[in-house]
């Protein structure tokens, strides 16, 4: 009986660190990555995009809090190169992958202008 609270206690911490197991289905890791990412840097990355990224991670090291956060680095490093005025066309990159996506605050405006 210890054991099997000590593996629920377990399993209800690692989910709370947004941990990528096998059971979930595809679009619900996409769906984790976009809404870790919206919250960390309010920027909603394409499910094209997230689904590309978590094919080119390596699996044993996947989360969604690490994909979201190299998302978010990738934007932010992207987005500063903007304002410095060394942007380029070239989009940010997470393991080769174009991070394609929108703001959230563009998202909320469109949805305003309708």
């Known amino acids: ?22 059971e979930m289905t595809l ?3 996409v769906k984790a990555i976009q809404d870790k990412a919206v ?3 309010a920027y909603l990355p394409q499910a094209t995009a997230v689904t590309a990224m ?7 090291v ?3 809090g690490a994909v979201a956060n190299a998302i978010c680095t990738a934007i932010t490093n992207w ?14 990159r997470v393991n080769g992958v174009c991070v ?15």
């Open 62 to 64: 996947t989360s969604v």
């Open 1 to 22: 009986m210890r054991k099997l609270l000590a593996v629920l206690a377990l399993s209800i911490v690692l989910g709370g660190c947004g941990v990528i197991t096998p």
């Open 39 to 41: 919250q960390l840097c």
């Open 100 to 114: 394609e996506g929108t703001f959230v605050d563009t998202i909320k405006e469109k949805t305003k202008e309708k």
């Open 54 to 60: 978590l094919s080119a991670a390596n699996p044993a």
């Open 27 to 29: 679009s619900e890791k």
């Open 79 to 92: 987005s500063s190169k903007r304002t410095e005025g060394t942007f380029t066309t070239e989009c940010p």
